[in-house]
């Protein structure tokens, strides 16, 4: 396969955390093609030529249109405010890129399926930066899921929490805004709808209770305005084949900082892991006497693949940086034509339904089933 | 004051764990007169003769109505299974007795009311025997709410979970029947609603789901019968100040021995708990710059009243029994007219009222309010 | 077997434990004999009755010799300060009593010999109140080890930490004289030692540094004086079967409460535990595939006794107190003549001298080896 | 400064390291020139081709010295293996290239002074990739260190385990052999030296006791051969201002995969840090009432710079191959004249120093002063 010809739009964090990919994954992984960093662009050309150069890329333009509309660039990354998603991305497939798309798909769930129709009509690899998936953690989880090693799951318990929204006299900000979405449902619990869908597939029946820590915040220019959306959110799941869940989202939550906490009871043992420690998890086994039982603390190890790809010791930790190169590779594996692990658009779409039946059945103060 | 005389019916575990509590409590506390423990009642009379001996009790007998009315026992200890409570307490409340009701009042709530009645109409002190509010670091936790450590508080996480319903091959028994309750909502989430209750006060409004993790058990005799209660709850709760909580409890939850995990989260910080590691709680404030903030491990201490009346060196650790010393000791308060941290029958009832409003909620799929 | 006739010397914390003990032995392990309190000494006479009736105890005395002449004493608890181990002990043992003493025997070597001399020559039980390895977690690791679960141990790492000399504006006190002894290592050391020799026996060569954080400390009534002993000690040791350990013991560490951290490596697997959380412990065994090992935290349990004789349930947890008790159990044990796990005076004393050529390779700078 | 022209000597894992660092560098802190990955040795032809395509060089070779030849070049890094630094680092330094040399320097003392001589020669930057020091938490802990945050250092206690000699079955190789030096010493023990130099600067006085966990080894043809160093190493150190120390170092550590523990005590707190979780550490400041006080988990946060350069968010976690991308910005940092946190050849031989005093007290069994 020739090299893939690679354009970025954006460059805040989950920009240069793309172009850290883009830069790294032939070393990392080496049976690819290295990728050609082909265009950049940004708000304005300025910063579109400073950020080219930090990061690597032939060309740079303010003109996002420019980017995909150069034929020499085949998979557009797009990493603008979630707002931009839709135009950019159906863009990109409309011009025969592959897109490679930050989370979430839209805030508008019509934009999202616009995108999804646009993917399916350019027949192009659409995916969507869920990177947790790619932990070596998890995808060890699955496997041992896969394998029966804790039985039938039943249960599973998941939370997500930081706490950038926890101090009552942070000033109002855009994040507080309706438009912005639901709050802590559609900002945070996508990533472990992501895991669970990941692991265990979709939600089936959803109640969900969203809550403001804060009626009210400061504003920088004197006064107060009340907060529109919900800082956390609790929900009531049941996923197929009876699974009960309970799902838990706190952008207010003091002390989290990374949190997405996964309990999984299953018919023979249980496993537990948080990503703020994402280089280990615990695992339950009924398979001892009781003398000698309890969670064993496992940590990241080659044999976790493909945590080999970086280091060739064990207990030496992968970054959260180094999760969005595995995602590249599986990306170039897609476009390849290869198996991959990755969010499709389609697999995109159904989170983002399970947030707003989340949302509905909130404000309906039923539950909602899910089709 | 003069020493008062205990009878003590029943001799399981929670038996046991009072009559240690009767012998333990003068030699702990000091500032009490010793109790005399007059009276012991078993099921037979061999039985009763022998636990008397063992547990140092005066007189022993099969007749629990002779305890009840010997004139030398001021104060009834009932230990017995649940569908035994509300007549024994009843009986020592009208003769005139103290009563300490092991959790829960009884299994229909038509009893506990009458059991309420019974302690009115009595004017005598009738305590329920919900040891974990006891722990010195629980007392501690409620002091810093008080003094506002973690301001003013939003947002709970409760998990009650053990897991000796955990194996699908255990037996069909009758904690799997129907009458022997909901099965988690009155087994096991009592617990932690007297730890949210001592907190923050009662549930306001409920919405629970119930789970079933094993459709049938396999009987002795052969054959299955089909597990008629949940073995597993989920419920998002609302209490006052707009408090938003999730409780779940799970008695099938392997690898879960004494789990009673608290999270709490206020608007200056956040306090965790697990039973299962007693000695300890951790505490986040967000007073510190941000390279410095985390959450503080304390270890049980002399300064978390009453620890230093057992142990006058930090970190060396309660027990589980140590906690219904601590229960004794309050009650002997409560009976001396001293203020006293007690779960009355009163409080008792009004926590069992939210675990049928629960599961009522499950079967009506919908949101119930709790007068 | 008739009942037991009990005296206590000294009732301070320890004293107040033993008299624990002495109360809830019976209703805890039912398969004794209930003690009789007999007779408790304290330095005066008003104290000595005031702590009669609080502990239960029958007659009162500020002499102690009084008690220990008493032909209702059987056993005598010494609980009184190290210096005054000796005098008491002795005199115990030769008026024909069990004695049962409070760790360390004596601060000088030759009268810790005449207490073994007595013991000897009275042929009584006179054993040392080592409680840490009475800790059902302690007894089940030596069960581990002899089954070989790690396999052949061949290295170990021993730190006992608190911080009650850690700030160095605590005023001078008694601890701080070369007359209380080396400090860290006497004080605190001996522990650890007691641990070490459960589960593999005496030390028999070792080095020690020896450190004082604080030069000097401030004197109440203004001024400095020097401290005169060590907060700190290191010690590289080689137990038999060339066994190689580290000893680290510190009573100046911030932060450390009660801390008896243990790391038993051997051929196969590995175990970890620390009195701090004393009702579990960590278990590796390198008999899983690469993927699934990691330490297991293995929670205390009623398989694990006798922690079934104070709990039914497992994850509930003992405190430091219950080891007083458990231990009490075993001092019966041996009266009776059965086989016991105790700290005899003979393995006491090992302790202690190997304390002193610790000590003794500190000032001389050089490996000692331990007859 | 014009961009800089890399040279590679070797390509095992940390040869791999090193591209990604070289790669990385300018997109992570964007503040530099991006480097040019010029030239690229390795031990055969093809060998070295395909990693020059994987890692991005523009050239290959087997034959390391065109590379030091290479007029592009401007820096080395040398990461083959130990016995070949000497040699490939001073041929750089003589033709005038800056080396970064992985550590250790040299197995023979007298090669790393060579090398340090080589290094003032030529008066070109010459490191050594002791890159634990580039930790974020590590510099943050140097910071806390430094202003007092625990008052002055009086104890500390440093571990690093790894278990891949801990299995007895594993055949014999050459790690066993004493040509590849002490064992856990000049392997292992160095890493923590740098830490130690780092925060507290070198040991003045030190006694060893080293230990073989298994006699011998099999071989793979059968029979077994004696294994010639010490896979276990305990010290007990005397550094700068009086400061105790205790260094253990074990690669037969079962269940350790990465572990670096450090535990630091001072006059008025303590911090703990592990490697295995390398993006947090935990302090202790005695500065709360008794009730409160407790060791604080600290997660690595953007304000430990340069944990910002990667993630903006708080939690996320580095991994460990992005201490080596910090590295590099410090080696940089030094070629430009700024000051930079790096571990030149005069204090790489110095921690090699220290290791040789090691050993000879080990052999001496006395104390060792180092000058």
Redesign the interface.
Known sequence: MAPLGIGLIGTG?MG?CH??AW??V???F?DVE?PRLVHLAEANDDLAHARA????FEKATADWRALVADPEVDVVSVTTPNQFHAEMAIAALEAGKHVWCEKPMAPAYADAERMLKAAKAANKVAILGYNYIQNPIIR?IKT?ISEG???VV??I?V?MD???M???DTFFYWKSELSAGYGALDDFAVHPLSLLWYLFGHAEAV???M?K??ADRPLKEGGRRPVENHD?A?V?M?LGG?I?A?L?A?R????????IALQL??????ITFD??????F???Q?DR???????????A?P??RPYDR?????????????LKIIECRELIRAISGEPSSIVTFEDGLRIEKSVHAMAQSYHQ???IEIA
């Open positions: 964090y240069k172009a850290l830069n790294a032939k070393t990392v080496g290295r150069v930090e990061f690597g060890h041992l090693a804790i039985g039943n249960h318990r939370e930081e706490d950038f926890a101090d009552p109640i969900a209770d809550a820590p804060y956390a609790n009531l049941r009876g009960s309970v838990m706190n207010a939550a003091w002390g989290r900082k990374g949190r009871y299953g018919s023979s043992g249980s990503q703020e420690r994402m280089n280990e615990e695992l339950y009924a006497r009781t003398t000698e039982q309890g969670f064993r603390k496992i940590l190890a044999a976790h970086f280091i060739p010791a064990p207990g030496h930790g992968l970054g959260f940086n180094d103060r039923r539950w």
